[in-house]
């Protein structure tokens, strides 16, 4: 916007962020421009905005209402509106009231969003946060009870051992008391020892369930990690030269000091990058000074005429130079002798 633009009052303050905006916005709200309260005895109709359209449009025979020219004069900016200096993408601009309001109100409704997303984010962190401790926890407690059932079901054998060859119904008619004793006992430890085997069944059953998953869950991050490098590098989608990259960065990784169980964590595609990126360094370093040693071992070969003296040179140059100023006689010679001999 032009100078033009800005009102005469230089008061209006200058606005760099949301915070200025607010404040500029709070003061225009309590104190109005057009200090001083309107009489109602003294309001004529060009003081009330609208009322003179008003009266014109209900004065003119020839149609022109709304939708009329009016419209137009409505939608360009109010010469009267205070102005204020604001600073966009390091550049001042002068803006409007209305303007001013409504890009605050854009920025206030951006900031609130984005601390709403923000904050939907960090709930969602710590709820899987939560949920991977929950079953941690839940995983410790299986790994404790199995445990548990391991010395428990050896026991209840051994317990069971000592009804081996008993002849429940000869008990029964012989000594009908111990039966009553020993009969109970002994169902009540096949009972438990049933369902501690059952249990340990399950337990196993839900240990290879959960082997089976984090095995694909492993293979899918390794399909998602060989997709992302193949983006990087596309070379890598043929199988040849992947196999052949991957076999030089093991070797290379090897001689610095990795161990296979190392490298064998070592499955994220950024990892393998910045890997690969060392690697091409070190080679090509180690043909630099390759090439270096090739260089300095080679005999120095010397031009013809380079083999006299620097000054003797010099001398030759000199008397030839004189013997063409001699012949010539002209300013250019002499110039060059002049520098011969500088």
Do not use: C
Request: no cysteine.
């Amino acid at each position: 916007m032009t100078d033009a633009a800005t009102p005469e009052s230089a008061t209006a303050p200058e606005i760099h962020d949301l915070n200025s905006a607010a404040r500029a916005i709070e003061k225009l709200i309590r104190r109005r421009p057009d200090s001083g309260p309107i009489d109602a005895d003294e309001e004529t109709p060009s003081d009330i905005p609208g009322a003179t359209a008003d009266t014109e449009d209900d004065e003119t025979d020839d149609g022109e209402g709304i939708g009329g020219a009016d419209d137009d004069d409505a939608d360009e900016p109010n010469s009267d509106e205070p102005q204020y200096t604001v600073k966009i993408n390091g550049e001042e601009q002068a803006v409007g009231l209305k303007e001013l309001i409504k890009g605050y109100q854009r920025g206030a409704d951006y900031t609130r969003k984005t601390m709403r997303l923000a904050d939907e984010r960090r709930e969602l962190e710590q709820t899987k946060a939560a949920m991977a401790s929950e079953q941690a926890n839940l995983q410790l407690e299986r790994q404790r009870y199995a445990e548990r059932l391991a010395g428990h079901v050896p026991n209840l054998r051994q317990q069971l051992a000592h009804f081996e060859g008993v002849d429940w119904a000869r008990l029964a008619g012989e000594n009908p008391p111990l039966f009553a004793q020993a009969r109970p006992l002994f169902e009540a430890l096949t009972e438990q020892l049933q369902q501690a085997e059952a249990e340990q069944v399950h337990l196993q059953q839900l240990e290879q369930h959960q082997q089976r998953q984090a095995t694909q869950a492993h293979h899918d991050y390794l399909a998602d990690q060989k997709r992302a490098l193949i983006a990087r590098h596309p070379e890598m989608a043929d199988p040849a030269t992947g196999r052949k990259e991957t076999a030089a960065l093991t070797r290379y990784l090897s001689d610095s000091g990795y161990k296979p169980e190392e490298l064998s964590r070592l499955v994220d595609h950024r990892d393998f990058i910045l890997a690969r990126k060392a690697m091409l360094y070190d080679r090509l370093m180690a043909d630099r000074d390759k090439v270096k040693e090739t260089v300095a071992s080679l005999p120095r070969v010397q031009r013809p005429g380079t083999s006299r003296s620097h000054r003797q040179g010099a001398g030759e140059r000199r008397a030839a130079a004189m013997r063409r100023l001699e012949r010539s006689g002209r300013t250019e010679d002499a110039a060059r002798l002049i520098e011969e001999l500088i």
